[in-house]
């Protein structure tokens, strides 16, 4: 099992670009099951989940070609078993994606209900009732969700709560219905609008993608397109954090701060200086960071996946900051994690109290989710000594080439078997 290990204190600087957004990506993997064309895709990440993904689409009989200029095209011409295993989707819940385009591609599907996860129990059934909703039937027997409908019909849809995915698998079923979908409470994510836009060049009709209404006029069939999947804001975050925690200056390319308001918003509050360029992003980070609360909600409020990454800054940060999840229920795993690096954290419910201590001491731990893992690395460049990160998969879910980026900005990390 691989492993990393940081030698902390090194302020990280110059340059690197991010890569296309993982949680765009996948949803507009699935997309291509919506039409018997080719879609051509741009600016794909290459992690461990877009590849798991792609090995589900192919099992399903979609064909996958890669070209010289890190191209991705899917042709779902040859689709012929509309089932998401077991097998796979245990590795990855956003297998989920597969059932409302194979629904309303095919008539019928069978996904293997996701199971929880280290973050929480992160149920479907918002993605049932909505599809029940527009006329499937559903039964979930042996872990697995059966759904069947000769030809889907538009519905009026309002979810329980904002859910990303749940959204995305209704709007992508909802373009082949009779008829229109409207979904409220929609999830606003830029993600949703990158799906949605990639949909509207395959021939969907959609409206309001990006606000808590989207409208979806049913055609009869897609056709192919070409899209460039949206840069990964998270993933950008991400580095954001680690140049401000080793007090850097850095400038992170082939990316935008047009979805990381609330994000440079706090960054800025923490005492960053940050210059926005058309698709790039500088940080310079001052002496000593201030502490900076927050409450993580649904977009364009603080994003929930940079919450970890966000209290790795604050347990180094003058001051005493309150974190509040308020959308997974247990996704507070890295607090022990970055007690071990010496941090003082104290969680009370739902809600993190980190006083900021005027250092890190370097130590052997362990991730346990993709952005948790992500904070272990930003404590781990600032702790003094090393730092050694224990089941790392979890990263490579979400962080293309990581220990390279980081060296590219002088990190001293590497990659031990
Ligand atoms: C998406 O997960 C992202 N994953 C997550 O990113 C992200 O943390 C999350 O949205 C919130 O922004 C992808 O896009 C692939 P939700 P998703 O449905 O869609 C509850 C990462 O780090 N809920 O918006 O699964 C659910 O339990 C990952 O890249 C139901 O109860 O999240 C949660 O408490 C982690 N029933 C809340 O809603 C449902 O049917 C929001 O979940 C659906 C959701």
Redesign the pocket.
Known sequence: MDKLLIQGGVPLKGEVAMSGA??AA??ILCAALLTAEPLDLMNVPHLNDISTMLRLLGEMGVTVRMDEADGLSLDASGLNNPVASYEMVKTM??SI?VLGPLLARCGEARVSLPGGCA???????????GLQAMGAEVTVEQGYVHAKARRLKGARIC????????T?NLMMAACLADGETIIENA?R?P?VVDLANCLIAMGAQISGAGTDVIRIRGVDRLHGAAHAVMPDR?ETGTYLCAAAVTGGDVRLLKTSAAYLDTVVDKLMDAGCDITVERDAIRLVAPPRLKAVSLRTA??PAF???MQAQFMALNCIAEGVATIRET???NRFMHVNELMRLGANIQIEGNNAVVRGVDHLEGATVMAT???ASASLVIGGLVARGETLIDRIYHLDR?YERIEEKLARLGASVRRVR
């Open positions: 993982k949680n996948l949803p819940r956003a994606l973050i929480g129990a992160r149920p479907v059934d918002q993605h049932i009732k979810t329980d709560m904002v859910t990303v995915t749940g995305e999830a994510e993600e998270i649904p977009y994003p929930t996946d959308i997974f229920e989710d993709l952005r979400g």
